[in-house]
């Protein structure tokens, strides 16, 4: 189903549907792994923002992203939040600079998934099976509650700076979870927080904003079909760095999706501080 119309929702507003539960040298590498804690608790469950700094409601809802990944709603599940920023309101006057096609064609996929009928920002995906206002926290807490949970991944990631603006990320371990013949996508994500920005046009205009959790980079890993739970497979991916690129200000989050970009497994992967 193809979107009908582009909304940015002004505070109160609601959506059609409010909640849908339809660097080192070569021969020096930094190691991180998940702790013997982290293994014996349930996975993460996946929390999509879709945001823009063109759109005047979105900054709620990023102080909303903010709270929920730093623990400030109580959730009893653990929850790993990534923010999309879409491009669409681009013409409104202000640029975002962290705005992507991309992240809009994902976000585009989220609506036929779905069946929704309006792209719309601020957003919020849960797990890839439920939607809701991205201002709104009671449905967010619901439906992060709701969502199904499936064992984190056990990826071993090795670190490797091969040129001061590339960053490689090898991976190696099991997905802890069972594919079939439908395959599944292990797509590596590279964030970063504690942005801030001066927005001198648009809806925003005049305000200092502070963006957390925001998608930089996305890459494949790889495609798997036909995978037990405990083989082990291996990658690597290589993100171009920005100026500026901070290690400290970001992390890297392993997702397993399928087709429909529903998830089924999430890691969440600190950056080690030799990098």
């Given at each position: 189903?193809?979107?009908?119309?582009?909304?940015?929702?002004?505070?109160?507003?609601?959506?059609?549907?409010?909640?849908?539960?339809?660097?080192?040298?070569?021969?020096?590498?930094?190691?991180?792994?998940?702790?013997?804690?982290?293994?014996?608790?349930?996975?993460?469950?996946?929390?999509?923002?879709?945001?823009?700094?063109?759109?005047?409601?979105?900054?709620?809802?990023?102080?909303?992203?903010?709270?929920?990944?730093r623990?400030?709603?109580?959730?009893?599940?653990?929850?790993?939040?990534?923010?999309?920023?879409?491009?669409?309101?681009?013409?409104?006057?202000?640029k975002?600079?962290f705005?992507?096609?991309?992240?809009?064609?994902?976000?585009?996929?989220?609506?036929?998934?779905?069946?929704?009928?309006?792209?719309?920002?601020?957003?919020?995906?849960?797990?890839g099976?439920?939607?809701?206002?991205?201002?709104?926290?009671a449905?967010?807490?619901?439906?992060a509650?709701?969502?199904?949970?499936?064992?984190?991944?056990?990826?071993?990631?090795?670190?490797?700076?091969?040129?001061?603006?590339?960053?490689?990320?090898?991976?190696?371990?099991?997905?802890?979870?069972?594919?079939?013949?439908?395959?599944?996508?292990?797509?590596?994500?590279?964030?970063?927080t504690?942005?801030?920005?001066?927005?001198?046009?648009?809806?925003?205009?005049?305000?200092?904003?502070?963006?957390?959790?925001?998608?930089?980079?996305?890459?494949?890993?790889?495609?798997?079909?036909?995978?037990?739970?405990k083989?082990?497979?291996?990658?690597?991916?290589?993100?171009?760095?920005?100026?500026?690129?901070?290690?400290?200000?970001?992390?890297?989050?392993?997702?397993?999706?399928?087709?429909?970009?529903?998830?089924?497994?999430?890691?969440?992967?600190?950056?080690?501080?030799?990098?």
């Amino acid at each position: 189903m193809a979107p009908k119309l582009f909304t940015c929702f002004g505070r109160g507003a609601s959506s059609s549907s409010t909640t849908s539960y339809k660097a080192p040298s070569p021969d020096h590498h930094a190691i991180a792994d998940q702790t013997s804690e982290e293994l014996r608790r349930g996975g993460p469950v996946l929390v999509e923002f879709f945001s823009s700094q063109g759109c005047g409601t979105s900054p709620e809802a990023e102080v909303v992203a903010t709270r929920l990944g730093r623990g400030d709603l109580g959730l009893e599940v653990p929850v790993v939040v990534l923010v999309w920023h879409v491009d669409y309101w681009d013409y409104r006057g202000w640029k975002d600079p962290f705005g992507s096609s991309v992240w809009t064609v994902r976000q585009k996929a989220f609506v036929d998934s779905l069946r929704l009928d309006t792209l719309y920002t601020p957003q919020v995906v849960v797990h890839g099976r439920a939607q809701c206002m991205g201002t709104d926290e009671a449905a967010i807490v619901d439906a992060a509650l709701a969502a199904p949970r499936f064992p984190s991944p056990t990826m071993q990631a090795t670190f490797q700076k091969p040129s001061p603006n590339m960053l490689q990320v090898s991976f190696s371990g099991a997905l802890r979870s069972k594919v079939d013949s439908n395959g599944a996508d292990i797509m590596v994500v590279l964030y970063e927080t504690r942005i801030v920005t001066d927005c001198e046009r648009g809806e925003n205009r005049g305000r200092l904003l502070t963006n957390d959790y925001v998608v930089r980079c996305c890459e494949k890993l790889l495609t798997v079909k036909d995978v037990s739970a405990k083989k082990i497979i291996s990658g690597s991916v290589h993100f171009s760095l920005w100026e500026g690129f901070n290690r400290s200000k970001c992390g890297i989050v392993l997702l397993v999706q399928n087709k429909s970009l529903q998830t089924y497994g999430v890691q969440h992967i600190p950056i080690p501080d030799t990098i």
